[in-house]
T-cell receptor, first 113, second 116 residues
Framework: DAGITQSPRHKVTETGTPVTLRCHQT?????MYWYRQDPGHGLRLIHY???????DKGEVSDGYSVSRSKTEDFLLTLESATSSQTSVYFC????????????FGQGTRLTVV | AQKITQTQPGMFVQEKEAVTLDCTYD???????LFWYKQPSSGEMIFLIY??????QNATEGRYSLNFQKARKSANLVISASQLGDSAMYFC?????????????FGRGTSLIVHP
């Protein structure tokens, strides 16, 4: 199994508070991704990273920011959480020398009340 | 831009029978990879099978096979001899194989229920 750890696994937070989700990998993969999963929408890309300090927006990036100061860590921050950000968040990693298969963390279930 | 379409929101199959989950894709890339993932009720995303666009043979992994028809842009997952533990959501995905974006694009998924 790919070494990907997401923390926390579950979180309940109040509207308007900042929240940071962490993704930690031990595979030394270059590419890291944050997706959100909502019923009927599948997996939608929030942000991704193609190297340390190299990040870019995905299709649903509004209200989210990311940082990657080390190869192994990719942080997702909800700057001011809203109820529409209640979702399951997945981190994934990939590398070009493995057919670019994306391997996933266990997911974080976030509830904004 | 890439797009993955899974037209079956839900599928039912009898235990021990085979089932096909549909996936069609759209891309302007000449070289790409296609993947299937399983998401059981516990929530984790499990990689099942990979098919390269230039692979001459359809991929197989145990009871999973990928029916790849490049001209039709389809990459259907076939599960043989279904088991109760196959009940899950299944996602089709693709990624360009060379250059360009490394970002995987996912379909909306198909829910499979295996009946005893």
């Amino acid at each position: 199994d790919a070494g990907i750890t997401q923390s926390p696994r579950h979180k309940v937070t109040e509207t308007g508070t900042p929240v940071t989700l962490r993704c930690h990998q031990t595979e030394n993969h270059r590419y890291m991704y944050w997706y959100r999963q909502d019923p009927g929408h599948g997996l939608r890309l929030i942000h991704y990273s193609y190297g340390v300090k190299d990040t870019d927006k995905g299709e649903v990036s509004d209200g989210y920011s990311v940082s990657r100061s080390k190869t192994e860590d990719f942080l997702l921050t909800l700057e001011s959480a809203t109820s529409s950000q209640t979702s399951v968040y997945f981190c994934a990693i990939s590398e070009s020398d493995r057919n670019r298969v994306a391997f996933f963390g266990q997911g974080t279930r976030l509830t904004v009340v | 831009a890439q797009k993955i379409t899974q037209t079956q929101p839900g599928m039912f199959v009898q235990e021990k029978e085979a089932v096909t989950l549909d996936c069609t894709y759209d891309t302007s890339d000449q070289s790409y990879g296609l993947f299937w993932y399983k998401q059981p009720s516990s929530g984790e995303m499990i990689f099942l099978i990979y098919q390269g666009s230039y692979d001459e043979q359809n991929a197989t992994e145990g009871r999973y096979s990928l029916n790849f028809q490049k001209a039709r842009k389809s990459a259907n997952l076939v599960i043989s001899a279904s088991q109760l533990g196959d009940s899950a959501m299944y996602f089709c995905a693709m990624v360009p194989k060379w250059g360009g974006s490394y970002i995987p694009t996912f379909g909306r998924g198909t829910s499979l229920i295996v009946h005893p």
